[in-house]
Every structure is written in C-alpha cells, then in structure tokens.
C-alpha cells in the first residue's frame, strides 16, 4: 500500500491541505520526511532542489540553523501561555519597523484567519456589508472569500465552494483582477456601500500576476474616495517581494495588511494590522469580535521574529532578486530554444510561469486559456530531474537565500532538457 493510500485510509483526501494532492498534475504526492536549506528529501530517499518553500515560508531555506535554535530554546520555556508574553510585543514592532503602513496589529495562527478577521473589522468599522474580491485570487478558506477563489479551489476547479450560504456569498462582489473599468464601474454602482476591497497586490494564486500601471494607484483613489478600506494580502507578497512587501515594490498605502507564512518563518503564525483607527475596532478595545487561543505563542514568534530578523542581512533581496531573474530568464531561454511558449514573472524571490504564447499574462481569462497539459508535462519531467515545483498550474514558486547559484543552473539546465523532451 502506498503511503498516500494509508493516508486516505484516515485522512479527508489523504491531504490537510487540498492542493497538496497532485490533482493538478496527475500521479500521487511525494510525502517528505526531511527539508533543510534549498532541499526537501522524500520518504522514497529521492531528494530534489524545494521551489516551494512550504508554499513561501521558507525564505531562509529550510529548517535554519538559526530559526530552529531560536524555536528549541523557546520551546524549553513552555508552547503556550494563554497570555501576553513579550516576544508578542518584539515581533509586533518588528512587523511595523519593516511595513510603517501597519500602525497596529493583531497576531493570529493563519492567513485565513488574518483574512477573515481582517474582513469582519472592515464590516465592522464601516458599517457595511459588501466586499470586493478579484477573480482568482486566493485569501484563505473563510466564507466570504470562497468565491471565485484561486490557489486550490481553482486548481480543483471549485473556485466557488458549495457550503458558503448565499445570503452570504451575495454581499462579495468577484471583479476581473487588472480590469480599471470595472472597477471604476462597481464603484459607481454600489461605492458607498462597499466595507472593503481586498486583493492580492501580485497575485500569486492565479499564478503570479503584477497590476497592469495604474490599477492599483485607481483601486487606492476610489477606496479613498468612498471611504471603504483598502486591505492588501500580502500573506504571500510580505516581505517577499521586497523586505516591505508589494506596498513598498508599489508604492501604495492600504488601510490594512494581511501577513503570513514568512511572518511565521513556518510556524504557525500571521497577522493583521494597518491604521490604528481602524484597529481600534477590534477587541477589546473595541466592538469587533476576534480572537484565538494560540495566538501569539511564545514558539511561533520566536520562529518569526527570528526570520524576520534576518531579513536585515544587508544585500539579501539584491542576491534573492538577482537569483530569481537568473532562473526566470533561464527558463524563458530554455522554452525559447525548444519553441514552447512561456511567459515568466518575478518580483524579489517570488516567480511565475505560465504557457501560453499570450504573454504578458496579466489576466484571469488569459491564466485559464494557458496550456496546462504542457505544465503537467514539465512538472513531472522536473521531479525526474530532481526539482521540486509547485503541483499546480495556478501557483507560484520561491527561491530562498539557500539556494546557491550552482543549482540556479542546474535547475535552468533540467528545464532546457525537459522542454526539448516536451517538444
Ligand atoms: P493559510 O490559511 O493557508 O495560512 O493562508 C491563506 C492565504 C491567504 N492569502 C494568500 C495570498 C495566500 O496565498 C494564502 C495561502 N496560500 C496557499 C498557496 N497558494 C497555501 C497553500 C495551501 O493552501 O496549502
């Protein structure tokens, strides 16, 4: 029996998270026993160079030295207090030092739950119901955002679950991401009754997607203009991108933030913040109910604030940055040479690639006309070459500052074998 049978045999799906299960790629997941740096070892003793990165924590590679000493020496002084500790308060001004935007924030165990909550306060503070999503992107798992949704429910094909009652899922509006003209129009249509907007600033769900210039400089304009708040997730983007996040790389001002994964450093930790007015809403201060009873603990913070910590190292997102372009250019090359189309992103140590000969990809419509029977291919002739990509055509990848120039190249070398195969 195969160890993804005897999971089944007691786990929903043999996975606890759906877009674990290959359904995007065809075959059975790999279950690993071990990761360290820019490698990830399975339970089958093959071994592969990890662009996944636990879908982005791992910036620092994984299980570094560091992180690991800063969670065992943490850990000896118990998991969890149920009550303040002051490692809550260090990682809080970490997360404000490196995005001023965040004035106040709350720590929460998820990018769910920093979602949802962020939503409810938005609800909340304004008074209103409606939301704004875009098509595609992905903000966890909570009610109001399972429409159209990316990541996994898009992967599955499900972008809009079943269980989300419809006097719930009437209140969110799904717009087309990139499309000014919609969404000046939703604005006009329904602007005062709109809480909130969120989106993901480059959206790595539908694969990753930058704002075509302007569209996020207009979302900011009209959300000002309408007083509703402007919630940027960057539970993926934040300090990945850039050391600030996507609103450092563009220059805009939300009225919330969404951080998670690298804010964990892969522990279970996240959190959601922005202009103290805004937070003042949310318990105990004020009426909007949000709470959790790991949040914060002592474990998941020292994690987090030790990989926050070492995002300082000075020259790291110039060499995560430079690292990330060399492999994006190297397997545009590559499909070049072997006549694929392929269009390739990246923003600091986050990528993108997509087949299609309509590049630049800046669309949900276009991310769902690309060739994905040609993903599946690649993604399967890499795992043969001992690279390990994202199990799914609608995902990113991350590079971390372990990964060494030498396995850039052997990575882009895998690629030009792989899609001459292809051809
Ligand atoms: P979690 O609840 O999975 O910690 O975070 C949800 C979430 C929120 N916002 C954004 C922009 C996200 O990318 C995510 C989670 N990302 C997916 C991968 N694209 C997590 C992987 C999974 O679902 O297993």
């Known amino acids: 029996m195969s160890l993804y049978s005897s999971a089944r045999e007691v786990i929903a799906g043999g996975v606890n998270s759906p877009v674990r299960a290959f359904a995007g790629v065809g075959g ?9 740096g820019s490698r990830v070892f399975a339970e089958d003793g093959r071994e592969f160079i990890d662009y996944v990165g636990s879908w982005g924590p791992m910036i620092h590679g994984h299980s570094h030295p560091d992180v690991i000493q800063a969670v065992v020496d943490t850990a000896q002084n ?5 009550a303040p500790c002051v490692l809550e308060t260090e990682i809080a001004r970490k997360i404000i030092k490196l995005m001023p ?19 409810r306060l938005a609800r909340g503070h304004t008074g209103r119901d409606r939301i704004i999503k875009f098509e595609g992107c992905y903000h966890g798992h909570s009610d109001s955002l399972l429409i159209k949704a990316g990541s996994g429910a898009l992967t599955l094909g499900v972008p809009s679950s079943p269980g989300v009652p419809a006097g719930l899922a009437e209140h969110t509006i799904t717009l087309p991401f990139n499309d000014e003209a919609a969404l000046k129009q939703a604005f006009d249509d329904l602007g005062d009754e709109v809480a909130c907007v969120i989106v993901e600033p480059i959206t790595g769900n539908m694969n990753m997607l930058p704002p075509r210039d302007g569209f996020m400089e207009t979302l900011r304009e009209l959300c000002s203009a309408h007083d509703s708040i402007l919630i940027f997730d960057e539970v993926m983007t934040g300090f990945r991108v850039a050391r600030g996040g996507a ?7 939300p009225d919330l933030t969404t951080l998670g994964k690298i804010v964990g450093g892969g522990m279970p930790a996240a959190a959601f913040g922005g202009k103290a007015g805004i937070m003042a809403s949310i318990a105990p201060d004020g009426p909007v109910y949000q709470a959790g009873t790991l949040s914060g603990n002592p474990v998941a913070m020292a ?4 990989t926050l910590d070492m995002l300082d190292q ?17 397997f545009a ?8 189309p392929l269009a390739v992103e990246q923003a600091g140590g986050m990528f993108g690639f997509i087949f299609s000969d309509d590049g630049p990809i800046r669309s949900y419509d276009q991310v769902a006309a690309a060739d994905i029977e040609t993903f599946k291919a690649f993604f399967h002739g890499m795992i043969d070459h001992g690279i390990y990509l994202a199990p799914s055509a609608f995902e990113a990848g991350f590079v971390s500052a372990a990964h060494t120039d030498d396995e ?3 990575t882009i070398a895998a690629a030009a074998d792989v899609l001459k195969a292809i051809a």
């Not at 935007?101 to 939503?119: D, H, K």
């Not at 609103?247 to 001002?253: A, H, N, P, S, V």
């Open 28 to 36: 059975e997941p790999i279950f690993f026993k071990k990761a360290k």
């Open 314 to 330: 000075p020259g790291f997102y110039e060499s995560l940055n430079a690292k990330t372009a060399k492999l994006m250019k190297g």
């Open 408 to 410: 850039i190249d052997t």
């Open 333 to 340: 090359d590559a499909a070049s040479d072997a006549g694929i």
């Open 303 to 306: 994690a987090g604030l030790k």
């Open 247 to 253: 609103q450092e790389l563009l220059g805009i001002k």
């Open 78 to 82: 118990g998991l969890s207090f149920g």
């Open 101 to 119: 935007n965040i004035e106040r924030l709350r720590m929460v165990s998820s990018g769910t739950e920093a979602t949802m909550s962020a939503i």
